[in-house]
């Protein structure tokens, strides 16, 4: 399939600025999010949302992985190209390995939806680090969980750094917003948070795996639940700790979770 290679001798051109003029929330268009685009970062990433049927719009890449990275793709759209140092003066970084994309957001599908089959989902809370969202996802992917929700003051999953962490995985775990907690009792899913509180539980506590469907709940990464979350919720539940320490990383935390609850 041949592609349009586009060398770039401005910085000016209107198509550049999802790379670089345009911010998050103007990327994510809130108003038409039919037309929502979001950054894809690495090849390897970019395959993976390939595969799951997300729609590229353009590259951006260095002239030398023209051939090499982006022509094999066989993706029949423009190719912006210039030499590296151009290229990050553009973007504000070093591209990573050499490429970028600049995608159509899929539309989410609803809770109902993206949990109907699943038996553990991961509800992060209020997580705005987009390093964090994106491993709590690779966690998520590796260790078995099904779905994960997120309340609307997270980072956006599609986040640019965040696909990268995420190694591409939030392109094949189901996940949406959320809206309330009552969304999760409304699906049947029994909700455990992850805090530290007088009525916590070993993480290993059997009464949390006497659930057919559970809802794993992670907050911020500092001030962690709130009250409100945690009065809603069936179970607390804590990762037992050594040598004084209080509490893990949200994404480590995550992790262990994880394994645990889905064994």
């Avoid at 950054?39 to 719009?57: D, M, N, T, Y």
């Avoid at 709940?217 to 804590?238: K, P, W, Y």
Wanted: charged share 15%; net charge neutral.
């Amino acid at each position: 399939m041949e592609q349009t290679i586009i060398h770039l001798d401005s910085l000016d051109n209107p198509a550049l600025a999802p790379y670089a003029r345009l911010t998050e929330a103007q990327l994510l268009n809130r108003l038409h999010p039919e037309e929502g685009l979001f950054i894809c970062e690495s090849l390897k990433v970019i395959r993976v949302a390939l595969a799951a049927g997300i729609q590229p719009v353009s590259f951006l890449c260095e002239e030398k992985f023209i051939s090499s990275q982006v022509a094999p793709l066989n993706c029949n759209v423009p190719v912006y190209t210039a030499p590296r140092d151009v290229l990050q003066n553009l973007t504000g970084y070093a591209l990573s390995r050499g490429v970028l994309c600049a995608m159509r957001r899929p539309p989410l599908p609803s809770v109902a939806a993206t949990c109907a089959n699943a038996r553990r989902v991961a509800v992060i809370d209020s997580v705005v680090n987009s390093e964090n969202i994106g491993a709590i996802f690779r966690a998520a992917a590796a260790l078995g969980i099904d779905a994960v929700l997120l309340t609307r003051t997270c980072c956006d999953p599609l986040n640019r750094r965040a696909c990268r962490v995420s190694m591409g995985t939030v392109f094949q775990l189901p996940w949406t917003f959320l809206d309330n907690y009552n969304q999760l009792h409304d699906n049947n899913f029994a909700t455990v948070a992850l805090a530290l509180t007088d009525r916590s539980v070993p993480i290993d506590h059997p009464s949390l795996r006497a659930h057919d469907r559970l809802a794993i709940i992670m907050g911020t990464e500092g001030d962690g639940l709130s009250n409100s979350v945690l009065q809603q919720c069936d179970h607390v539940a804590r990762i037992p700790m050594h040598r004084g320490v209080d509490s893990l990383n949200v994404a480590a935390a995550a992790a262990v979770a994880f394994y645990e609850l889905t064994r």
